[in-house]
């Protein structure tokens, strides 16, 4: 690990005008940053400390959530509103990782966590273009049962390790920011990026960006979401593939649906052809099974993940066969 100072910022000014002045991280919990800083994947000069800084849960006036950036995950899981109202983020959280990693890990530290793959953490034996660009990707003809089968790229197979990002792409969350270009907001689905040609951007943010908040909007229907993993082994692991979903019936035709998935993407990948093959229609195995296909149109398995192609659409037609039956 290389040397670096720490300053604990007063408010979020001062830990802009800190994380403007040289070549800064924000460091919230810290579960991921300290390991790559250790593996000397990432090298910053200065860590701000931000926890001190947007940790409190506060209701919007439309009746949804404004979830500090510093929320631990422990105590997002556990809120009132949150296991009530949007079920699913409760347990994506509580799938994530182990009870010690929850009660550390921060609500923005989780959305920038970086990906899990194998041969990015491989400093000194393997080429990823994610690592050091223009090196090559050894997980495309390695072992890569755990990488990508949608929005992949030459250049990566990396996936996206975040559980509780999968439910806030289900969700329709809004991100807040503050930055050079004063405070704005953007889709969360618009914060992480496909790898493409730039595989080393995981996200849209510009230099010296810090999230503040993110925003859960009023959202009945996802009273009625799940979230489900599917991992090798039920304890602390990443998932192989997870969903994230939620839907609402009128009698027996599927009013709206919302649908994400994990551990297939560089991101959280937002399943909105399966959504819109759904909206409107009956709600049965069959209407199920034809989203699933719909969405997995695109799928491009490498040699070691084929599986993940049938796995997903298993997770599909099962999951929501079961919000559907609850529903009813």
């Given at each position: ?114 990906t899990r793959c194998g041969y990015f953490y491989d400093v000194d034996g393997s080429r990823c273009n994610k ?198």
């Amino acid at each position: 690990m290389n040397p670096f100072n720490y300053v604990r910022a007063d408010d979020t000014g001062h830990a802009l005008r800190l994380g403007a002045s040289v070549e800064a991280a924000y460091l919230g919990g810290g579960t991921n940053l300290v390991d790559l800083m250790r593996e000397t994947i990432t090298r910053p000069e200065m860590l701000v400390d931000v926890t001190g800084l947007s940790d409190t849960i506060v209701e919007t006036e439309g009746g949804g959530l404004l979830i500090g950036a510093a929320v631990r995950n422990t105590s997002l899981a556990a809120h009132r509103a949150v296991r009530s109202r949007y079920p699913v983020l409760t347990r994506a959280i509580l799938a994530g990782a182990s009870p010690q990693i929850r009660n550390m890990a921060t609500v923005g530290g989780n959305m920038l966590q970086r990906t899990r793959c194998g041969y990015f953490y491989d400093v000194d034996g393997s080429r990823c273009n994610k690592r050091a660009p223009g090196t090559g990707c050894d997980a495309r003809e390695g072992f890569n049962r755990n990488h990508a089968i949608l929005g992949a790229s030459e250049l990566c197979v990396a996936t996206h390790p975040s559980d509780m990002c999968v439910a806030l792409a289900a969700l329709d969350a809004t991100v807040h920011l503050r930055g050079k270009r004063g405070s704005r907001t953007l889709p969360f689905t618009e914060l992480h990026r496909l790898p493409l040609e730039n595989p080393e951007i995981d996200t849209v943010l510009e230099s010296g960006d810090l999230i503040t908040a993110v925003e859960l909007p009023p959202l009945p229907l996802a009273e009625a979401s799940t979230y489900r993993k599917v991992r090798d082994r039920a304890s602390y692991a990443f998932a192989l593939v997870s969903i994230a979903a939620a839907l609402k019936l009128d009698g027996d035709r599927i009013e709206d649906v919302r649908i994400a998935l994990g551990g297939v993407a560089h991101k959280p990948w937002r399943a909105l052809k399966a959504e819109a093959v759904l909206r409107n229609g009956p709600a049965t195995q069959a209407a199920f099974r034809a989203a699933a296909a719909e969405e997995l149109t695109d799928a491009v398995p490498l040699r070691d993940n084929a599986f993940k192609v049938d796995l997903v659409a298993r997770l599909i037609i099962a999951v929501l066969g079961d919000l559907a039956g609850a529903a009813a």
